[in-house]
């Protein structure tokens, strides 16, 4: 969901046409990734430096289980990472607070924040402009 997030913020900014779809989707497209577009739209000041530092967290504990078969939100790296997260819940009273728990509040934080974005960006959407000779 972040990922579709990103390319819709990134895309809305844009100028529409084959050039943007050139950039954001493809084999070996400069921002196909994620974490590209994600540092892109933090560049262009579409999300907060917050929103980027999040999504870059979540995306390495995501790059771990993709590449990793056994493992596990018990796994002392994915964990660490988990306990770094900014925007998870934080426990209430004596509760235990689990790295699945921890990554799942602060996936779902980050989606929330992000889910409009899109929309607003758009009024801000790049265009054409006259530039001296």
Not at 36 to 42: L, T
Not at 70 to 87: A, E
Request: glycine fraction near 6%; hydrophobic fraction near 45%.
């Amino acid at each position: 969901m972040l990922d579709s997030l990103m390319h819709k913020i990134v895309s809305a900014y844009l100028i529409e046409g084959e050039a943007t779809e050139k950039l954001l989707t493809g084999f070996n497209a400069p921002l196909a990734t994620s974490d590209a577009r994600a540092a892109i739209a933090q560049t262009m000041g579409l999300i907060s430096d917050k929103e980027w530092k999040e999504a870059r967290r979540i995306a390495k504990v995501r790059n771990i289980f993709a590449h990793g078969v056994h493992v596990t939100f018990t796994d002392q790296k994915v964990s660490d990472l988990c306990r770094q997260l900014g925007m998870q819940a934080k426990p209430n009273g004596n509760m235990e607070w689990s790295a699945r728990a921890a990554f799942t509040s602060a996936a779902m934080a980050l989606i929330l924040n992000l889910n409009n974005r899109p929309a607003y960006v758009a009024k801000r959407r790049a265009s054409y402009g006259e530039w001296p000779l």
